[in-house]
């Protein structure tokens, strides 16, 4: 039996590390695209600032740099950006995104390990928040918004069905230039 846990043990472990997210798009590029795809989000239409909650792992080290790469570009690009204020989520301790979602326009999400995502989505779902993905969303996660690589040039992957729960509104010439999951 302490064999066969063992073995069990090794495979999830090794399925973790072998297996984890990773970003395709950089995160420079992910921000410039993010803040021009803003403007095609009705939902924030009236609104010069966007308060952006990033969702990290500190003890993923690659999560953790993702996060800091986007808080610098955040911070660097203050006046020319409509994302401000981020708030930081970090999961390897204790998570409290759900009594603060509601004073937030945007969830960002960076690679994350051993983690319900969908769970996480549904609750930007039930309040009405963008969700946006640092890694080519699957239909599973319930993400609105994410970044793929197409013919190596930067593609937006858009969940409609997501976005329809989130009550985000997408403008049409964005759609038409996304990549759509139905």
Do not use: W
């Not at 509601?102 to 051993?114: E, H, Q, W």
């Not at 928040?129 to 319930?142: F, N, R, Y």
């Amino acid at each position: 039996m302490k064999k066969y846990l063992m073995i069990i043990t090794i495979m999830v472990v090794f399925y973790t590390l072998a297996f984890s997210q990773e970003v395709v798009v950089p995160v420079d590029v992910q921000f410039s695209f993010m803040n021009k795809c803003l403007d095609y989000i009705k939902n924030f239409d009236q609104k010069s600032q966007l308060k952006i909650g990033i969702v990290y792992q500190s003890k993923n080290n690659y999560s953790l740099s993702i996060q800091e790469q986007l808080l610098k570009l955040i911070q660097v690009n203050q006046q020319q950006s409509v994302l401000k204020s981020p708030k930081l989520f970090d999961l390897s301790k204790e998570f409290d995104l759900e009594s603060h979602i509601n004073s937030l326009d945007i969830v960002y999400f960076t690679p994350l390990r051993a983690v319900n995502i969908a769970e996480i989505s549904a609750l930007c779902h039930k309040a009405g928040v963008l969700s946006i993905m640092a890694i080519p969303q699957t239909k599973e996660d319930g993400i609105v918004m994410g970044f793929d690589l197409e013919n190596n040039k930067t593609k937006i992957v858009i969940d409609q069905q997501a976005a329809s729960q989130s009550r985000v509104e997408i403008k049409a010439v964005l759609l038409k230039y996304s990549r759509l999951i139905n």
